[in-house]
């Protein structure tokens, strides 16, 4: 019985691991909310110190430069190292959008 509870909680996760995903951002064009609202793991407050640390130094050249941010550490830099973009426009894609919008239908 143990066995089978156990299997079916994996199998549940495993389906909703993509619903809470980190959606792709523009980390260099992106406002707080925006990133907030994208990245996993990245609230208000850590948005908020990702665009003033964007603001003090300039643009981010790389992924890892984000790290340096008070409060970005390796686990959720890590966890959202595929959504962060450093150019293209999907801060403006991202809030524009809901994650799960459907098609329109072709008649």
């Not at 951002?25 to 707080?32: D, H, L």
């Amino acid at each position: 019985m143990f066995k089978k509870t156990l299997c079916a909680l994996a199998l549940c996760l495993a389906m909703a691991l993509p619903a809470i995903a980190a959606t792709p951002v523009n980390i260099n064009t992106a406002n707080a909310q925006t990133i907030a609202a994208s990245l996993d793991g990245v609230g208000l407050a850590k948005a908020q110190a990702i665009v003033a640390y964007r603001t003090a130094h300039g643009p981010f050249k790389s992924v890892d430069d984000v790290g340096n941010v008070k409060g970005i550490g390796t686990k959720t830099l890590a966890r959202n190292r595929e959504a962060i973009h450093l150019s293209g426009n999907f801060a403006a894609t991202a809030s524009a959008k809901p994650k799960h919008a459907k098609r329109p239908r072709k008649h």
